[in-house]
C-alpha cells in the first residue's frame, strides 16, 4: 500500500512519495557492491536468527521487524529476501554480515 503526502508552499507545489515495505529490486546498485550474500533457501529452517542479528547490528534493536533482510516461511522451503538499504554490513566495517554468522544452519554465505 503507498501513500502520497502533498505540500504547498508559497514559493513551489512539491509531492513526498513513498512506497509500501516490499522490497523492489535495483539490479544497478546490486552490482556495484563489492560483495554479495547467496541464499540457500533449502538449508533455511525460518529460525530468523539472521533478522534478530541485522537488526541488532543495524538499529540496536531486538525487532526482527527492522532487519534489513526478510525470511518467510514458505513451505517446504524458504523464501529469504534483501532489502534494498541492506549493504552486506559494508557501512559497519564488518569482514562477515552479521546474518551470516548468525545463521546455525548455513543457509546464508558469501559469494
Request: hydrophobic share 45%; net charge negative; glycine share 4%.
Given at each position: 500500500m503507498a501513500w502520497v503526502v502533498a505540500f504547498r508552499s508559497k514559493e513551489r507545489d512539491f509531492c513526498?512519495?513513498?512506497t509500501s515495505f516490499k522490497s523492489k529490486p535495483n539490479f544497478e546498485k546490486k552490482k556495484s557492491r563489492s560483495r554479495r550474500i547467496v541464499p540457500m533457501p533449502e538449508r533455511c529452517t525460518a529460525c530468523m536468527l539472521?533478522?534478530?542479528a541485522c537488526a541488532i547490528e543495524?538499529?540496536?534493536s531486538l525487532n526482527p521487524s527492522r532487519a534489513r533482510l526478510r525470511v518467510n516461511n514458505m513451505l517446504?522451503?524458504?523464501?529469504?529476501t534483501?532489502?534494498?538499504e541492506c549493504d552486506f554490513c559494508e557501512s559497519l566495517g564488518a569482514d562477515v554480515?552479521?546474518?551470516v554468522k548468525k545463521c546455525p544452519k548455513g543457509a546464508l554465505r558469501l559469494g
Open positions: 513526498l512519495k513513498t539472521c533478522m534478530v543495524h538499529t540496536g517446504p522451503m524458504a523464501e529469504i534483501f532489502l534494498e554480515p552479521a546474518c
